[in-house]
């Protein structure tokens, strides 16, 4: 679809290779560093608030530093800091999601997604309530001037895709530990998931090994990788994983669209797409 809100929407709708910049901790969340970023070369930007600090003030900043230059601004997605182990779990930190889309954010992602119920609830967090969700009415005003839309479109819009083909949010999955491996095919098929990746290193710790390329070179972990991929080739979603120049090719044949990359990354994909 031509003219979308989220620039990763735009590219997965087509079944092209996203690309995301962003880490774990470290995100210079200030506006100076947001009308930088308005011109990224990204599909999205994550920002990691699982392990860095939850700063709402500074992401709004860097919300308005991107929205100054360009609406709408490029796409930021957030690993949320509170783990998907409950759909109670979940509810009880449901604020945090309706700030950070009161703020202007693209979508969110779960991390240790273990049960279906824990994901239903993030689902119903995202939508409004006239969609049966639990968001309510309030933080339109503010979104919508983020976004460039008036706040009755941005209503419309801000859904999870693919549940909604219009939608421009995202949500993803991590199943990054046993209990959530176990669950895979299950938590996958909830309708609102855009995609899900294994997390090597929480896995890789979740059956009793270290973080190191030994030990993610194990069969269990080789194994972990193909169940979540295999479950969401069986859901009918997106996989996230890292590549290499030289992995690149063979990643993007057994069906990886979304990669934490570079540009030259980026440019070779399109070479071979």
């Known amino acids: 679809m031509a003219g ?5 929407i735009a590219k997965l709708a087509v079944d092209k290779p996203a ?22 070369w990204a599909d999205y930007i994550n920002v990691g608030f699982e392990h860095g600090p939850l700063d709402l003030p500074g992401l709004n900043q860097f919300m308005q530093g991107m929205a100054s230059v360009r609406t709408p601004p ?8 509170f783990e998907g182990r409950s759909a109670a779990f979940v509810e009880y930190n449901a604020w945090q999601v309706r700030q950070l ?12 997604a273990e049960t279906p119920g824990a994901v239903e609830a993030l689902v119903r967090t995202v939508r409004y309530t006239f969609r049966g969700g639990t968001r309510g009415a309030g933080g339109q005003d503010a979104a919508s001037q983020i976004w460039g839309v008036s706040p009755a479109d941005y209503m419309e819009l801000a859904d999870p895709w693919p549940l909604n083909p219009d939608g421009e ?24 998931v855009a995609f899900a990746e294994w997390g090597p290193a929480d896995m890789s710790m979740s059956h009793g090994f270290r973080t190191t390329s030994a030990g993610l070179a194990r069969p269990e972990l080789r194994a972990a990788r193909q169940r979540v991929l295999d479950a969401c080739q069986a859901a009918g979603i997106f996989f996230l994983d890292g590549a290499t120049k030289e ?9 990886v669209r979304i990669f934490a990359g570079t540009e030259p990354l980026k440019q070779l994909a399109k070479s071979m797409t």
């Open 19 to 40: 690309f995301y910049t962003g880490g774990h901790t470290g995100a210079e969340l200030t506006f100076e560093t947001g009308v930088r970023m308005a011109e990224t």
């Open 247 to 255: 992995s690149l090719q063979d990643r993007l044949q057994e069906g």
């Open 169 to 192: 949010l995202l949500i993803g999955l991590k199943i990054e530990n046993m209990r959530a491996l176990a669950n895979a095919y299950e938590t996958t098929r909830v309708p609102g």
């Open 101 to 112: 889309l009161t703020i202007g954010v693209h979508g969110f992602l779960l991390c240790h």
């Open 74 to 81: 490029p796409t930021v997605l957030v690993e949320l800091p």
């Open 4 to 8: 979308r809100i989220n620039r990763a």
